[in-house]
Protein backbone atom coordinates (compact mmCIF):
# COMPACT_ATOMS: atom_id res chain seq x y z
CA UNK A 1 0.00 0.00 0.00
CA UNK A 2 1.36 3.51 -0.84
CA UNK A 3 2.01 5.91 1.71
CA UNK A 4 2.05 9.39 1.57
CA UNK A 5 4.17 11.27 3.38
CA UNK A 6 2.26 13.13 5.98
CA UNK A 7 4.31 16.42 6.59
CA UNK A 8 4.16 16.55 2.78
CA UNK A 9 0.50 16.52 2.57
CA UNK A 10 0.08 18.73 5.41
CA UNK A 11 1.96 21.23 3.87
CA UNK A 12 0.03 21.20 0.52
CA UNK A 13 -2.92 21.81 2.76
CA UNK A 14 -1.34 24.61 4.40
CA UNK A 15 -1.07 26.06 1.00
CA UNK A 16 -4.30 25.29 -0.87
CA UNK A 17 -6.11 26.81 3.00
CA UNK A 18 -4.14 30.17 2.55
CA UNK A 19 -5.32 30.67 -1.29
CA UNK A 20 -8.29 29.21 -0.27
CA UNK A 21 -8.84 32.62 1.66
CA UNK A 22 -6.96 34.58 -0.63
CA UNK A 23 -10.00 35.99 -1.90
CA UNK A 24 -10.71 37.95 1.29
CA UNK A 25 -7.78 39.67 -0.02
CA UNK A 26 -8.38 40.23 -3.15
CA UNK A 27 -11.64 41.73 -2.43
CA UNK A 28 -11.02 43.72 0.35
CA UNK A 29 -8.33 45.22 -1.81
CA UNK A 30 -10.35 45.54 -4.29
CA UNK A 31 -12.85 47.95 -2.53
CA UNK A 32 -10.14 49.90 -1.29
CA UNK A 33 -9.28 50.59 -5.08
CA UNK A 34 -6.56 48.28 -5.96
CA UNK A 35 -7.02 46.16 -9.02
CA UNK A 36 -6.04 42.45 -8.68
CA UNK A 37 -3.59 42.33 -11.25
CA UNK A 38 -1.85 45.43 -8.81
CA UNK A 39 -2.55 43.25 -5.86
CA UNK A 40 -0.78 40.25 -6.76
CA UNK A 41 2.31 42.59 -8.33
CA UNK A 42 2.53 43.81 -5.01
CA UNK A 43 2.12 40.71 -2.96
CA UNK A 44 4.19 38.74 -4.49
CA UNK A 45 7.12 41.62 -5.19
CA UNK A 46 6.90 41.63 -1.62
CA UNK A 47 7.10 37.91 -1.07
CA UNK A 48 10.24 38.09 -2.85
CA UNK A 49 11.94 40.94 -1.34
CA UNK A 50 11.31 39.20 2.28
CA UNK A 51 12.47 35.96 1.17
CA UNK A 52 15.69 37.62 -0.80
CA UNK A 53 16.08 39.32 2.28
CA UNK A 54 16.23 35.87 4.49
CA UNK A 55 17.72 33.07 1.97
CA UNK A 56 19.97 35.19 -0.24
CA UNK A 57 22.72 32.59 0.00
CA UNK A 58 20.53 30.48 -2.18
CA UNK A 59 20.16 33.16 -4.93
CA UNK A 60 23.10 31.75 -6.86
CA UNK A 61 20.97 28.96 -7.93
CA UNK A 62 18.95 30.94 -10.29
CA UNK A 63 21.71 31.58 -12.68
CA UNK A 64 23.26 28.02 -12.03
CA UNK A 65 20.32 26.84 -13.12
CA UNK A 66 18.14 28.56 -15.99
CA UNK A 67 15.41 25.81 -15.72
CA UNK A 68 14.04 28.08 -12.40
CA UNK A 69 13.32 30.85 -15.29
CA UNK A 70 10.59 28.46 -16.84
CA UNK A 71 9.83 28.21 -13.52
CA UNK A 72 8.71 31.45 -12.86
CA UNK A 73 7.79 32.60 -16.39
CA UNK A 74 5.27 29.40 -15.92
CA UNK A 75 4.42 30.90 -12.30
CA UNK A 76 4.22 34.51 -13.20
CA UNK A 77 1.50 33.75 -16.23
CA UNK A 78 0.08 31.35 -14.34
CA UNK A 79 -1.47 34.30 -11.37
CA UNK A 80 -1.58 37.20 -13.97
CA UNK A 81 -4.39 35.27 -15.95
CA UNK A 82 -5.99 33.92 -13.56
CA UNK A 83 -6.36 36.89 -11.40
CA UNK A 84 -7.34 38.30 -14.99
CA UNK A 85 -9.86 35.89 -15.46
CA UNK A 86 -11.43 36.44 -12.00
CA UNK A 87 -11.64 40.39 -12.04
CA UNK A 88 -13.29 39.67 -15.73
CA UNK A 89 -15.27 36.48 -16.37
CA UNK A 90 -17.80 34.63 -14.38
CA UNK A 91 -15.85 33.29 -10.66
CA UNK A 92 -17.03 30.19 -10.35
CA UNK A 93 -16.84 29.12 -14.40
CA UNK A 94 -13.65 30.10 -14.20
CA UNK A 95 -12.34 28.12 -11.08
CA UNK A 96 -14.10 25.29 -12.46
CA UNK A 97 -12.19 25.54 -15.33
CA UNK A 98 -8.87 26.12 -13.99
CA UNK A 99 -9.37 23.18 -11.66
CA UNK A 100 -8.99 21.27 -14.71
CA UNK A 101 -5.62 21.39 -13.74
CA UNK A 102 -5.20 17.60 -12.85
CA UNK A 103 -6.16 16.42 -16.16
CA UNK A 104 -3.19 18.09 -17.42
CA UNK A 105 -0.57 17.11 -14.85
CA UNK A 106 -1.60 13.60 -14.97
CA UNK A 107 -0.28 14.19 -19.06
CA UNK A 108 2.38 16.43 -18.62
CA UNK A 109 3.80 14.25 -15.69
CA UNK A 110 3.91 11.24 -17.88
CA UNK A 111 5.63 13.25 -20.60
CA UNK A 112 8.40 15.02 -18.71
CA UNK A 113 8.17 12.55 -15.37
CA UNK A 114 7.39 9.48 -16.78
CA UNK A 115 5.01 8.41 -14.30
CA UNK A 116 2.82 6.25 -14.89
CA UNK A 117 -0.68 6.69 -16.29
CA UNK A 118 -2.49 3.93 -13.91
CA UNK A 119 -5.28 3.06 -13.30
CA UNK A 120 -5.49 3.98 -10.01
CA UNK A 121 -4.09 7.40 -10.84
CA UNK A 122 -7.21 7.74 -13.17
CA UNK A 123 -9.62 7.36 -10.40
CA UNK A 124 -8.00 9.80 -8.05
CA UNK A 125 -7.77 12.57 -10.21
CA UNK A 126 -11.71 11.35 -11.64
CA UNK A 127 -12.92 11.46 -7.65
CA UNK A 128 -11.27 14.84 -7.25
CA UNK A 129 -12.66 16.09 -10.36
CA UNK A 130 -16.16 14.75 -9.26
CA UNK A 131 -16.11 16.44 -5.94
CA UNK A 132 -15.13 19.73 -7.41
CA UNK A 133 -17.80 19.84 -10.22
CA UNK A 134 -20.24 19.13 -7.22
CA UNK A 135 -19.12 21.80 -5.18
CA UNK A 136 -18.90 24.17 -8.22
CA UNK A 137 -22.27 22.80 -9.90
CA UNK A 138 -24.68 25.90 -10.53
CA UNK A 139 -27.50 24.53 -13.39
CA UNK A 140 -27.28 28.34 -14.89
CA UNK A 141 -23.39 27.57 -15.99
CA UNK A 142 -24.16 24.25 -17.94
CA UNK A 143 -21.65 22.26 -19.23
CA UNK A 144 -18.57 23.77 -17.95
CA UNK A 145 -17.01 24.66 -21.80
CA UNK A 146 -15.20 27.83 -22.47
CA UNK A 147 -17.25 30.13 -24.01
CA UNK A 148 -15.53 33.45 -23.56
CA UNK A 149 -11.74 34.49 -23.12
CA UNK A 150 -12.03 34.39 -19.57
CA UNK A 151 -12.64 30.56 -19.74
CA UNK A 152 -9.89 30.17 -21.93
CA UNK A 153 -7.82 32.29 -19.70
CA UNK A 154 -8.65 30.08 -17.10
CA UNK A 155 -7.86 26.94 -18.75
CA UNK A 156 -5.01 28.27 -20.10
CA UNK A 157 -3.96 29.08 -16.02
CA UNK A 158 -4.66 25.58 -14.96
CA UNK A 159 -2.15 24.33 -17.99
CA UNK A 160 0.54 26.68 -17.14
CA UNK A 161 -0.34 25.66 -13.41
CA UNK A 162 0.32 22.16 -14.17
CA UNK A 163 3.15 22.59 -16.07
CA UNK A 164 4.57 24.78 -12.85
CA UNK A 165 3.80 21.57 -10.59
CA UNK A 166 5.69 19.68 -13.30
CA UNK A 167 8.78 21.43 -13.03
CA UNK A 168 8.86 21.66 -9.49
CA UNK A 169 9.03 18.20 -8.90
CA UNK A 170 11.64 17.46 -11.73
CA UNK A 171 13.62 20.32 -9.23
CA UNK A 172 13.68 18.85 -6.30
CA UNK A 173 17.19 18.23 -6.31
CA UNK A 174 16.96 22.30 -5.80
CA UNK A 175 16.50 24.30 -2.27
CA UNK A 176 12.78 25.16 -1.71
CA UNK A 177 13.93 28.51 -1.05
CA UNK A 178 15.44 28.81 -4.70
CA UNK A 179 12.79 27.30 -6.26
CA UNK A 180 10.32 30.06 -4.11
CA UNK A 181 12.40 32.90 -5.34
CA UNK A 182 11.52 31.58 -8.89
CA UNK A 183 7.99 31.79 -8.20
CA UNK A 184 7.54 34.56 -6.51
CA UNK A 185 9.46 36.79 -8.34
CA UNK A 186 8.01 35.48 -11.77
CA UNK A 187 4.77 36.15 -10.20
CA UNK A 188 5.48 39.73 -8.86
CA UNK A 189 7.50 40.60 -12.44
CA UNK A 190 4.76 39.43 -14.74
CA UNK A 191 2.23 40.76 -12.71
CA UNK A 192 3.59 44.34 -12.62
CA UNK A 193 4.00 44.26 -16.33
CA UNK A 194 0.22 43.36 -17.36
CA UNK A 195 -0.86 46.24 -14.61
CA UNK A 196 1.52 48.42 -16.78
CA UNK A 197 0.26 47.45 -20.22
CA UNK A 198 -3.66 47.16 -18.85
CA UNK A 199 -2.96 50.70 -17.32
CA UNK A 200 -1.65 52.30 -20.00
CA UNK A 201 -4.49 50.96 -22.65
CA UNK A 202 -6.98 52.52 -20.18
CA UNK A 203 -8.50 49.11 -18.93
CA UNK A 204 -7.40 49.53 -15.33
CA UNK A 205 -6.51 52.65 -13.13
CA UNK A 206 -3.03 53.23 -11.82
CA UNK A 207 -2.75 52.15 -8.11
CA UNK A 208 -2.03 56.24 -7.22
CA UNK A 209 -5.07 56.67 -4.84
CA UNK A 210 -5.28 53.63 -2.68
CA UNK A 211 -5.51 54.63 0.91
CA UNK A 212 -2.61 53.73 3.24
CA UNK A 213 -4.91 51.26 5.13
CA UNK A 214 -4.80 48.94 2.33
CA UNK A 215 -0.81 48.35 2.39
CA UNK A 216 -0.44 46.73 6.01
CA UNK A 217 -2.83 43.95 4.34
CA UNK A 218 -0.67 44.14 1.32
CA UNK A 219 2.03 42.96 4.03
CA UNK A 220 0.26 40.75 5.69
CA UNK A 221 -0.74 38.79 2.59
CA UNK A 222 2.71 39.02 1.53
CA UNK A 223 3.77 37.17 4.64
CA UNK A 224 0.70 34.81 4.45
CA UNK A 225 1.85 33.95 0.64
CA UNK A 226 5.68 33.16 1.39
CA UNK A 227 4.41 30.67 3.88
CA UNK A 228 1.74 29.04 1.46
CA UNK A 229 5.17 28.86 -1.43
CA UNK A 230 7.51 27.37 1.05
CA UNK A 231 4.29 25.05 1.84
CA UNK A 232 4.04 24.16 -1.76
CA UNK A 233 8.00 23.78 -2.54
CA UNK A 234 8.38 21.15 0.44
CA UNK A 235 4.90 19.39 -0.70
CA UNK A 236 5.55 19.10 -4.12
CA UNK A 237 9.05 17.44 -4.07
CA UNK A 238 8.02 14.75 -2.49
CA UNK A 239 4.77 13.79 -3.71
CA UNK A 240 4.08 12.42 -7.27
CA UNK A 241 2.64 15.72 -9.28
CA UNK A 242 -0.99 13.19 -10.00
CA UNK A 243 -1.21 13.10 -6.42
CA UNK A 244 -0.31 16.86 -5.79
CA UNK A 245 -3.01 17.75 -8.32
CA UNK A 246 -5.65 16.23 -6.30
CA UNK A 247 -4.55 17.31 -3.08
CA UNK A 248 -4.81 20.99 -4.04
CA UNK A 249 -8.33 20.64 -4.83
CA UNK A 250 -8.92 21.26 -1.29
CA UNK A 251 -8.89 24.65 -2.36
CA UNK A 252 -12.32 24.82 -3.90
CA UNK A 253 -13.28 23.54 -0.39
CA UNK A 254 -11.36 26.00 1.67
CA UNK A 255 -12.99 28.79 -0.54
CA UNK A 256 -16.14 27.33 -0.32
CA UNK A 257 -16.89 27.24 3.58
CA UNK A 258 -14.58 30.25 4.21
CA UNK A 259 -17.15 32.02 1.91
CA UNK A 260 -20.40 30.58 4.06
CA UNK A 261 -18.83 31.43 7.12
CA UNK A 262 -18.09 35.28 6.12
CA UNK A 263 -21.90 35.31 4.97
CA UNK A 264 -20.69 35.78 1.33
CA UNK A 265 -22.22 31.85 0.30
CA UNK A 266 -24.72 29.93 1.71
CA UNK A 267 -22.98 26.27 2.67
CA UNK A 268 -25.17 23.83 0.83
CA UNK A 269 -25.57 19.80 0.73
CA UNK A 270 -23.34 19.09 -2.33
CA UNK A 271 -20.88 21.28 -0.60
CA UNK A 272 -19.70 18.46 1.70
CA UNK A 273 -20.49 16.17 -0.53
CA UNK A 274 -18.06 17.26 -3.13
CA UNK A 275 -15.74 18.19 -0.09
CA UNK A 276 -15.66 15.03 1.33
CA UNK A 277 -14.29 13.88 -2.47
CA UNK A 278 -11.79 15.96 -2.80
CA UNK A 279 -10.34 15.22 0.58
CA UNK A 280 -10.45 11.61 0.26
CA UNK A 281 -9.56 10.96 -3.18
CA UNK A 282 -5.69 11.14 -2.53
CA UNK A 283 -6.53 8.59 0.14
CA UNK A 284 -9.01 6.02 -1.16
CA UNK A 285 -6.93 5.06 -4.53
CA UNK A 286 -3.40 3.66 -3.64
CA UNK A 287 -0.84 2.33 -5.20
CA UNK A 288 0.99 -0.99 -4.75
CA UNK A 289 4.51 0.70 -3.89
CA UNK A 290 5.79 3.66 -1.59
CA UNK A 291 6.06 7.43 -2.56
CA UNK A 292 9.80 8.09 -2.86
CA UNK A 293 10.84 10.73 -0.41
CA UNK A 294 13.81 13.19 -1.43
CA UNK A 295 16.01 14.48 0.69
Known amino acids: MQVLPKSAVAALLVNTTIWGLSWTATRALEGMGLHPVWTTAAIFGLCTLLLVALRYRDLPQ ?28 DVVRVILLFYLMPVWTVILARLVLHEAITPR ?25 PQSLPDWMAVAAGLLFAITNVLLRRLQGLSDSARAVAMLAGSGLLAGVLGVML ?97
Open 62 to 89: LWRHPALLWVGLATGLTNSTFNVAVAYG
Open 199 to 295: ALAGAIAWPLHVPATAWPLVGVWALLFLVSNLCLQYGVARLPATITSVIMLAEILVASLSAWWFGAAELRPQDLIGGILIIAAPWLVRDSRPVAQSA
Open 121 to 145: SLTRVALGLSGAFIVLYQPRLGLPL
